[in-house]
């Protein structure tokens, strides 16, 4: 009796703080469309971090950009942290001369401490993209040097980097073409060591450039989340979930400069035109079990095209995951192409 009594009593203390276990850290980016602004000013109390698309660096480290006013204070009226994004607009001739340029790396450092004390971030996402697997030491140094910098001034840094499990190229050439720009680049282990969050991009697992298929299939996912958290802590780990679906059809065979060629087009799709365009279609909308991520196909000029998109129930089952790792949190691009449900999945901030 006095066990059962003990058991019940440590039950109860425990509770309470139990209820109060930190939820994962809710990041979600935001680009410059009246449609994701929209999104941030409906959902701000349900968003830990904001991510906006905001500043680009050339090979000079030329930082250009700035904010959107109106979000700075919206952020600053709901107390919600502000850490841009800075990218070399996958240029990948310019950002590999500005990783072998000490000057020009100086000059773009200096330039986001001084944008993070102007307007308030807390510091900086890289998301640089598209960069040769050649210069993966010279990218690991470039966020060392920025990592340091920002952090003797309480800034912090944090990248967007494109899965690469299983760690190296694979048997095909499009595998190889995926390696060679834009998975090799990428040294987990040591990026992990000078940053503060690693925003692990699990999504595009089946893009524009492929056949159709899911956006990030639940299988895709789980091998790089395990590959990744073989080196990176996982208090540092956050995992990215679209909000986006992709729209696969048969385009226009004739080239702008005449020739023809291979006509499969894919182009993003939003939930607000996807779950309209399965109603036009008179069409049910597919879940795979295995994918978890939902689909359809439907019929136009004799044609088939098709449709995988992330809902809500594909993004309750990711949020589970982050929870069950017990990783840093997720990151989710973008606001306003998500499924209005996704909402319904999380908590309130707690500022």
């Given at each position: 009796m006095k066990r059962w009594l003990f058991t019940l009593a440590a039950c109860l203390l425990w509770m309470p703080f139990a209820a109060m276990a930190k939820a994962p850290v809710a990041l979600f980016y935001m680009i410059n469309t009246p449609k994701s602004v929209a999104s941030l000013e409906a959902h701000v109390d349900k968003i830990d971090l904001l991510v906006p698309t905001w500043y680009g660096v050339d090979e000079n480290g030329l930082v250009s950009g700035g904010p959107n006013e109106y979000v700075v204070d919206l952020a600053k009226t709901h107390r919600l942290p502000i850490m841009p994004i800075i990218s070399a607009n996958g240029d990948r001739a310019k950002f590999h001369a500005l990783l072998g340029n000490e000057t020009a790396k100086k000059a773009m450092i200096e330039s986001l401490i001084e944008q993070a004390k102007l307007h308030g971030y807390v510091g900086f996402q890289f998301d640089f993209e598209n960069i040769a697997w050649t210069d993966r030491d010279a990218l690991t140094l470039l966020t060392k040097q920025t990592y340091e910098a920002l952090?003797?001034?309480?800034?912090?840094?944090?990248?967007?980097?494109?899965?690469?499990?299983?760690?190296?190229?694979?048997?095909?050439?499009?595998?190889?073409?995926?390696?060679?720009?834009?998975?090799?680049?990428?040294?987990?282990?040591?990026?992990?060591?000078?940053?503060?969050?690693?925003?692990?991009?699990?999504?595009?697992?089946?893009?524009?450039?492929?056949?159709?298929?899911?956006?990030?299939?639940?299988?895709?996912?789980?091998?790089?989340?395990?590959?990744?958290?073989?080196?990176?802590?996982?208090?540092?780990?956050?995992?990215?979930?679209?909000?986006?679906?992709?729209?696969?059809?048969?385009?226009?065979?004739?080239?702008?400069?005449?020739?023809?060629d291979s006509n499969i087009a894919a182009n993003y799709i939003d939930a607000d035109e996807s779950f309209p365009l399965a109603k036009q279609f008179n069409v049910t909308m597919q879940w795979d079990p295995v994918e978890h991520e939902s689909w359809f196909y439907f019929y136009r000029d004799q044609m088939r095209e098709w449709v995988f998109l992330p809902d809500a129930r594909s993004f309750r089952d990711r949020y589970a995951l982050v929870r069950q790792y017990d990783l840093q949190g997720f990151c989710a691009w973008v606001l306003g192409a998500e499924d209005p449900k996704v909402w319904d999945e999380l908590p309130n901030a707690v500022r």
């Open positions: 952090h003797k001034h309480g800034l912090q840094l944090s990248m967007a980097v494109v899965p690469n499990a299983p760690g190296h190229a694979g048997e095909g050439p499009f595998s190889k073409w995926l390696w060679e720009y834009w998975r090799g680049a990428y040294d987990l282990k040591e990026l992990a060591k000078v940053l503060d969050i690693v925003c692990l991009m699990t999504y595009d697992q089946h893009t524009r450039w492929t056949t159709p298929g899911p956006v990030a299939g639940m299988p895709w996912v789980m091998e790089n989340l395990q590959y990744a958290l073989k080196v990176v802590p996982k208090d540092k780990l956050s995992l990215g979930i679209g909000l986006y679906g992709y729209h696969w059809y048969a385009g226009n065979p004739v080239k702008p400069d005449g020739k023809e």
